[in-house]
């Protein structure tokens, strides 16, 4: 079942609306000289989803912290790989959450970094001692390191469905063999950069997600073996990385993370009434459901970047 976002995306002069994912919106410039055809304007919204629908109640502060802390990252990880951030000089209206970009071809791949057992690996781990077809070595639990970082890409789904988990292989028919060795290397150059800071602020990165494009070509110009890989959307937020903490990190059980665990743990909680195998919404959430989640973004925040939250 396919789900749009709740809320309708903002009027933003100069910008068009042109898609809505699950949290953010994007817009092209309008007439805008400044900018000509090769940028977008990246929102991001308020929006939380759960178990592939989008919740009709928001998160205070949470695109301003998710836009905040991929700034952060494209910092940091400049040396490792290019990203497609511009400009932060972006309409008052949507100031603190939005990003001028660089248009990419984008890649339709997620590639997923795992250094840890945990999530849709652990079950089909469990299932068949495997994750995306590479075989991992016996008495693992959830939580356990692995032995290297694991490349373990899934094929994007559409808004309100499931990603799904696919081998390097089935990205290297639709991307070419060069390029889907290099966006493993770069998957995996990136999280072992971003292992190694979260480590050094008492932060367990378990795994982590992220998308990558390419400029557009040129006159024909051929985008495959050569090209560029550059790092888009968001990157190493609570949204696309499990980030758990060192102090109580513990293989075996189930580990607290920085993210929305709040919100799928009351979901399937009786207290929220709701079935999730039917085909009914989540019911809103709770207020103090919401201040807790917000919470746990900006604990994120600040244990990674040093820097008090607003």
């Known amino acids: 079942m396919s789900e749009q976002p709740t809320a309708l995306p903002a009027t933003i002069p100069g910008w068009r609306h042109v898609a809505a994912g699950k949290v953010r919106d994007l817009y092209v410039p309008e007439a805008n000289p400044e900018w000509g055809d090769d940028v977008v304007l990246v929102v991001a919204s308020d929006r939380i989803s759960a178990y592939d629908h989008v919740l009709a109640t928001s998160?205070?502060?949470?695109?301003?912290?998710?836009?905040?802390?991929?700034?952060?990252?494209?910092?940091?990880?400049?040396?490792?790989?290019?990203?497609?951030?511009?400009?932060?000089?972006?309409?008052?209206?949507?100031?603190?959450?939005?990003?001028?970009?660089?248009?990419?071809?984008?890649?339709?791949?997620?590639?997923?970094?795992?250094?840890?057992?945990?999530?849709?690996?652990?079950?089909?781990?469990?299932?068949?001692?495997?994750?995306?077809?590479?075989?991992?070595?016996?008495?693992?639990?959830?939580?356990?390191?692995?032995?290297?970082?694991?490349?373990?890409?899934?094929?994007?789904?559409?808004?309100?469905?499931?990603?799904?988990?696919?081998?390097?292989?089935?990205?290297?028919?639709?991307?070419?063999?060069?390029?889907a060795a290099a966006l493993r290397t770069t998957t995996l150059a990136v999280y072992e950069a971003a292992e190694e800071i979260a480590a050094e602020r008492g932060i367990v990165l378990a795994d982590t997600k992220l998308e990558f494009g390419s400029l557009p070509s040129v006159d024909g110009e051929d985008r495959g073996a050569a090209a560029r890989i550059v790092l888009g959307d968001e990157v190493l937020t609570p949204d696309s990385s499990r980030f758990w903490d060192a102090a109580t990190w513990r293989p075996g059980q189930s580990q607290a993370s920085f993210d929305k665990q709040y919100v799928r743990d009351w979901l399937t909680s009786a207290a929220s009434g709701w079935d999730r195998a039917s085909d009914e919404p989540p019911p809103a959430l709770p207020a103090e459901v919401v201040e807790l989640t917000r919470a746990r973004y900006v604990e994120a925040y600040e244990r990674l970047t040093g820097r008090d939250w607003l």
Not at 64 to 73: D, E, G, N
């Open 59 to 179: 998160i205070p502060d949470k695109g301003a912290i998710l836009t905040a802390l991929s700034v952060w990252w494209f910092e940091r990880l400049a040396d490792v790989v290019p990203n497609h951030l511009v400009s932060l000089a972006v309409p008052s209206s949507v100031e603190g959450r939005a990003m001028i970009c660089r248009r990419l071809d984008m890649y339709p791949v997620e590639c997923v970094a795992r250094g840890y057992l945990t999530g849709s690996g652990l079950a089909e781990y469990r299932a068949d001692g495997t994750v995306c077809g590479l075989r991992l070595p016996d008495g693992l639990v959830d939580g356990s390191p692995l032995p290297r970082p694991i490349y373990t890409p899934a094929a994007k789904a559409a808004v309100g469905e499931h990603d799904e988990n696919v081998t390097f292989e089935q990205v290297a028919a639709v991307v070419g063999e060069s390029v």
